[in-house]
C-alpha cells in the first residue's frame, strides 16, 4: 500500500511468478463515579460502550486492503502448515539415519545413508525457503509524507507517546444514570471500568517503517492506528480497517468522584462527600460521612457512522488534550491534503 501526493494505491505483487498490479483505492468524503458493585459482564450495564462486528464497520475504500491483508494472513498460515510437515520429516529422517547405524546396515550399505542424508540436506533447504517465504507474506505500507502532514504526524506520534504515560488508563466498559437524591451521591453516572495499556505496536501483516498507535480494548479488538487508517483487530480473521478520516475522535474533561486511590498525575479540583445532600453539603444522619476528591480526567471517545464505538479515560488531563488536538490537526491536513 502506497500513499502520497497522488493518492493511495493498493500494488499487488507475487514474486515467484512476476506479477505485479496496482489499483488506486478511492476515498469518500457530567459527574461521573466508578462502579464498586462487582458485577462481572460486559453487558450488564444498561449502556455498553462497545463496537458492532468488525465485518460490518470497515470502510467501503478499504476493503480491497482488507482483502490483500486477508490474503498475505492465509499464504502465511498455509506456509507454517507446511513448515510443520517438513520439520516432522526432517526428524524422521534423522531417526532413520540414527537407527540405520544402530542396526549396522547403514554401515554396510553407504547408498542407503547417502539417500538418507541427501534427504536431510534437501529438507533442511526447503525449511531455510519457506521461512523466507513466510517473512514475505505481508502488506507493505509505504508513506510518502508531504512536509506538512510529515510535522503533522510527527507531533501526533509525539503526543500519543505522552498520553501512554499517563499513570492510569481505563477502558470504559459501559455507564449507567443514578438518581443523585436517593443514591444520597453526588455522582450522576457510574461506569464501568477496566485498566488498559497503550503502546507503540505494529501488526505481523502490515510492515511499515511507522509503529502504530496501539490501544487495548476489553470488550473488542484492539485499535491500531496507522498514519492513513485504523485497524479494529481482534485475530487473523477478525478485524476491520477503517479510513482515518471516517473517525470522529471527541477529547473532553470529566470531573469524577474517585472513591478509589487518586493516580499521582491527576489534578484534585475539589471535594465532595461520600452521602451529600441535594445542595452538595455533608448528609449529617450517616455516621462517619467522610470527604472524597473530585479530580479531572481525560476522556477520549472514537466513532464512526459504520459502528465503530470504544471511550476511553485518562489519569491526565493534559495530555488526553494535547492528543486530542493533534489527532484533528492531522486528520484535518489529511482531509484539506485530498481535497
Given at each position: 500500500?502506497?500513499?502520497?501526493?497522488?493518492?493511495?494505491?493498493?500494488?499487488?505483487?507475487?514474486?515467484?511468478?512476476?506479477?505485479?498490479?496496482?489499483?488506486?483505492?478511492?476515498?469518500?468524503?457530567?459527574?461521573?463515579?466508578?462502579?464498586?458493585?462487582?458485577?462481572?459482564?460486559?453487558?450488564?450495564?444498561?449502556?455498553?460502550?462497545?463496537?458492532?462486528?468488525?465485518?460490518?464497520?470497515?470502510?467501503?475504500?478499504?476493503?480491497?486492503?482488507?482483502?490483500?491483508?486477508?490474503?498475505?494472513?492465509?499464504?502465511?498460515?498455509?506456509?507454517?502448515?507446511?513448515?510443520?510437515?517438513?520439520?516432522?520429516?526432517?526428524?524422521?529422517?534423522?531417526?532413520?539415519?540414527?537407527?540405520?547405524?544402530?542396526?549396522?546396515?547403514?554401515?554396510?550399505?553407504?547408498?542407503?545413508?547417502?539417500?538418507?542424508?541427501?534427504?536431510?540436506?534437501?529438507?533442511?533447504?526447503?525449511?531455510?525457503?519457506?521461512?523466507?517465504?513466510?517473512?514475505?507474506?505481508?502488506?507493505?505500507?509505504?508513506?510518502?509524507?508531504?512536509?506538512?502532514?510529515?510535522?503533522?504526524?510527527?507531533?501526533?506520534?509525539?503526543?500519543?507517546?505522552?498520553?501512554?504515560?499517563?499513570?492510569?488508563?481505563?477502558?470504559?466498559?459501559?455507564?449507567?444514570?443514578?438518581?443523585?437524591?436517593?443514591?444520597?451521591?453526588?455522582?450522576?453516572?457510574?461506569?464501568?471500568?477496566?485498566?488498559?495499556?497503550?503502546?507503540?505496536?505494529?501488526?505481523?501483516?502490515?510492515?511499515?517503517?511507522?509503529?502504530?498507535?496501539?490501544?487495548?480494548?476489553?470488550?473488542?479488538?484492539?485499535?491500531?492506528?496507522?498514519?492513513?487508517?485504523?485497524?479494529?483487530?481482534?485475530?487473523?480473521?477478525?478485524?476491520?480497517?477503517?479510513?482515518?478520516?471516517?473517525?470522529?475522535?471527541?477529547?473532553?474533561?470529566?470531573?469524577?468522584?474517585?472513591?478509589?486511590?487518586?493516580?499521582?498525575?491527576?489534578?484534585?479540583?475539589?471535594?465532595?462527600?461520600?452521602?451529600?445532600?441535594?445542595?452538595?453539603?455533608?448528609?449529617?444522619?450517616?455516621k462517619g460521612n467522610y470527604q472524597i476528591p473530585l479530580v479531572e480526567?481525560?476522556?477520549?471517545?472514537?466513532?464512526?457512522?459504520?459502528?465503530?464505538?470504544?471511550?476511553?479515560?485518562?489519569?491526565?488531563?493534559?495530555?488526553?488534550?494535547?492528543?486530542?488536538?493533534?489527532?484533528?490537526?492531522?486528520?484535518?491536513?489529511?482531509?484539506?491534503?485530498?481535497?
Open positions: 500500500m502506497t500513499v502520497g501526493k497522488s493518492g493511495t494505491y493498493l500494488n499487488t505483487s507475487i514474486s515467484p511468478l512476476n506479477l505485479y498490479s496496482r489499483q488506486k483505492v478511492s476515498t469518500e468524503k457530567s459527574i461521573a463515579q466508578n462502579d464498586n458493585s462487582g458485577f462481572q459482564s460486559d453487558f450488564d450495564l444498561p449502556n455498553n460502550i462497545f463496537s458492532l462486528e468488525t465485518s460490518e464497520i470497515t470502510s467501503q475504500d478499504m476493503v480491497g486492503i482488507k482483502e490483500a491483508i486477508v490474503l498475505a494472513s492465509q499464504q502465511r498460515s498455509e506456509l507454517k502448515n507446511d513448515l510443520k510437515k517438513i520439520k516432522l520429516s526432517l526428524l524422521l529422517s534423522k531417526i532413520k539415519l540414527y537407527i540405520s547405524y544402530i542396526l549396522i546396515y547403514g554401515l554396510l550399505k553407504k547408498s542407503i545413508t547417502n539417500k538418507i542424508k541427501l534427504d536431510i540436506n534437501l529438507q533442511e533447504d526447503a525449511i531455510i525457503q519457506t521461512k523466507e517465504q513466510i517473512e514475505q507474506c505481508y502488506v507493505k505500507l509505504d508513506i510518502e509524507f508531504d512536509k506538512n502532514i510529515k510535522e503533522k504526524y510527527n507531533k501526533l506520534v509525539d503526543s500519543f507517546k505522552q498520553l501512554c504515560k499517563c499513570h492510569q488508563i481505563w477502558d470504559i466498559l459501559g455507564e449507567i444514570y443514578q438518581d443523585r437524591v436517593a443514591a444520597r451521591s453526588s455522582a450522576s453516572t457510574i461506569v464501568k471500568q477496566e485498566k488498559v495499556k497503550f503502546s507503540l505496536r505494529s501488526l505481523e501483516n502490515i510492515k511499515s517503517e511507522y509503529h502504530a498507535l496501539y490501544m487495548q480494548n476489553i470488550n473488542g479488538g484492539d485499535i491500531y492506528i496507522y498514519p492513513s487508517f485504523v485497524v479494529l483487530y481482534s485475530n487473523e480473521k477478525k478485524f476491520a480497517l477503517i479510513s482515518l478520516e471516517d473517525v470522529e475522535l471527541i477529547h473532553s474533561p470529566i470531573v469524577y468522584s474517585e472513591t478509589k486511590i487518586v493516580p499521582g498525575d491527576t489534578k484534585i479540583i475539589g471535594y465532595t462527600w461520600a452521602k451529600v445532600n441535594k445542595n452538595g453539603s455533608p448528609d449529617r444522619r450517616f480526567y481525560g476522556g477520549i471517545k472514537l466513532k464512526t457512522k459504520r459502528g465503530l464505538n470504544e471511550e476511553y479515560q485518562f489519569s491526565n488531563y493534559q495530555y488526553t488534550e494535547d492528543f486530542g488536538k493533534a489527532f484533528e490537526g492531522y486528520q484535518n491536513t489529511l482531509k484539506s491534503f485530498k481535497k
